[in-house]
Every structure is written in C-alpha cells, then in structure tokens.
C-alpha cells in the first residue's frame, strides 16, 4: 500500500516537473522579453544573476553580523544541551537553490524594469509623503501576507504537500537564513513571487508607492525571511503586524500551524494559530514514547 502511494507520488512529481520545465523552455524560447525586459546582452544578463547573487550573500551575512553584534537571545530550542535536527543540503536542494536564483535575477530585473517605466511610481523625493511611505509600506506586507498564507496552506494539502512544499520541510530547525528561506520547489517560489507582484502593484495603486518605499520594502521583506529561518529570536509588533521567528519555527515543526509569515490574521481566522512551545515540551513529548512534536505531525502534513 505505501508503496503504491510513493510509486503513484513519484509520477505525479515528474507530471509536474515536466510540465514547469516545460513553461520555462516555452518562456526561454518565444518569451524571452519576460526574462530579459532590459534587453541585455546574454553575458550581461549572466553578470547580473552573478553579481546579484554576491550582493545577496553578503546581504545575509550583514545580517547574521548584525545579530550576532548586538547579541539577541536565542530560540528556546537553540539553548538547550541537546542539539536541534539540522539537514544538510542535498544535491537537489543546490538545484533548487540555482533555479531560485536565476527566478529571483528575472524579478529583479523585472522589477526594476516596472518602476523606471510606471507612470504611477513617482522616483521625486520631494513627492515623499506619509501615505506613499508608511502606509505603502504598511499595505504591501499586509497584502503580502494575506495572499501568501492561503497559498501556502494550499501547499499543505495532504495530496499536494509532497509534491512541492515537503522539500522546503527537511528542515525541522532553520538556521541557515537566506540558504533555508530560498531552498524551495521552484513552482513554490514562483507562487510566491507572484503574491508579492501582487502585494506591489495594489500598493501602487492605492498608496501610489513611492520608488524609495519599494527599494524600503524589498530590503526589509529579505532581512525578515533571512530571519525567519535563523535561529534568532527576534520579535516586533507594529499596527497588528507581530511578527516572531517563533512562530516560523513552529510552523516548520509543527507543519500544520502558523502558515502567515509576518502577521497571523489569517491563522487566527482559520484556527491554525500555533502558540510557542519550548524545549521542555519537546522534551517531554519524546520521554513520553512518541517521535516528538516534529515526527507527529510530519504523518498529519503528509
């Protein structure tokens, strides 16, 4: 019976992957202005994914630095005597990773693309005001999230769960930031991207975000997933945004909790709200005789 069902999984996974390898020939081939809006020559495009790459790793790193200069605590679950479960990088978590990359070179250049071209993005500082700034901003990551946290409850879904969003799932404990937050099915990371288009050209068009608002939101929206798959336990609250790495950490062992990522509205609708639970929790769960808070509910994702 098992067998049958990873036989019959492993079909549907090639199905899909075949299908979004497809897409992106099609797009590559007869598409190619959505890949390269500036119209680069193909070693220039090359030296941009490149160059992009660098700037995010060392982004990543600036953070960690920062962290770690300021010395924040730790999660509970990174203070304990006993080690968290880490999980190495396979070989198709570095493809995955590669392909994520190229996709977030394509955003970039796309993006920037859209606000030097958009009439409704004004690039004046002195046309900086409340609205266009703090109120974008404000909306961006609320609409964000709001879209994002169906989504990834979808992914959730016990017959769609392995076929895409289980990848992201080998690490019980993120730790790694930017090599955690990004290790995801490509299909994954493209639904993603597109809630966040989404989130950005609402904003524009109620707030008429400004383009330092925009530079502002794509610059803290990294620092935050970064964080989010660290081992820090960073939190902050701001009109009903609360955002805590708790609660990300609870999502990826709990699976079937916290699917928002900065504020838990949708959770809470949907009564999927995890609340934190130690290490004296886990602890407990695994003297009691059970595979702990992680393997439980590994079998209820599934």
């Not at 199905?15 to 890949?35: G, H, I, P, Q």
């Not at 396979?90 to 994520?100: E, G, H, R």
């Not at 003297?287 to 992680?294: A, M, P």
Request: glycine fraction near 6%; proline fraction near 4%; charged fraction near 15%.
């Amino acid at each position: 019976m098992f067998e049958n069902k990873r036989k019959m999984q492993l079909a549907q996974s090639l199905v899909l992957d075949t299908a979004v390898a497809s897409a992106v020939l099609y797009v590559c081939c007869f598409r190619n202005e959505l890949l390269n809006p500036w119209g680069l020559e193909w070693e220039h495009w090359c030296l941009v994914t490149v160059s992009l790459r660098f700037l995010i790793v060392l982004y990543d790193h600036l953070v960690e630095w920062v962290m770690e200069t300021f010395q924040p605590k730790l999660l509970p679950t990174r203070t304990t005597d006993k080690p968290v479960r880490y999980v190495g990088l396979d070989a198709l978590s570095v493809v995955y990773l590669t392909i994520n990359a190229m996709h977030e070179s394509v955003l970039t250049q796309r993006f920037s693309y859209y606000v030097w071209h958009s009439p409704d993005i004004s690039k004046d500082l002195s046309d900086i005001g409340v609205l266009n700034t703090v109120g974008a901003l404000y909306a961006i990551f609320v609409i964000n999230d709001l879209l994002y946290a169906p989504m990834h409850h979808f992914l959730h879904l016990p017959s769609i769960y392995p076929l895409v969003h289980k990848h992201h799932h080998r690490q019980h404990f993120p730790t790694r930031g930017y090599l955690d937050a990004g290790n995801e099915h490509p299909l994954e990371h493209f639904l993603g991207i597109m809630c966040l288009w989404a989130a950005v050209i609402t904003a524009v068009a109620t707030t008429g975000a400004h383009t330092v608002t925009l530079f502002l939101y794509f610059n803290v929206n990294a620092t935050l997933q970064m964080l989010n798959h660290s081992p820090f336990d960073v939190a902050f609250s701001f009109l009903g945004i609360k955002f805590s790495v708790r609660n990300h950490e609870m999502h990826h062992r709990k699976f079937n909790v916290n699917y928002g990522q900065y504020c838990m509205w949708y959770d809470q609708a949907m009564q999927t709200y995890g609340p934190y639970e130690g290490p004296q929790k886990v602890v407990e769960s695994n003297s009691s005789g059970g595979s702990g808070d992680v393997g439980d509910n590994s079998k209820k994702a599934q």
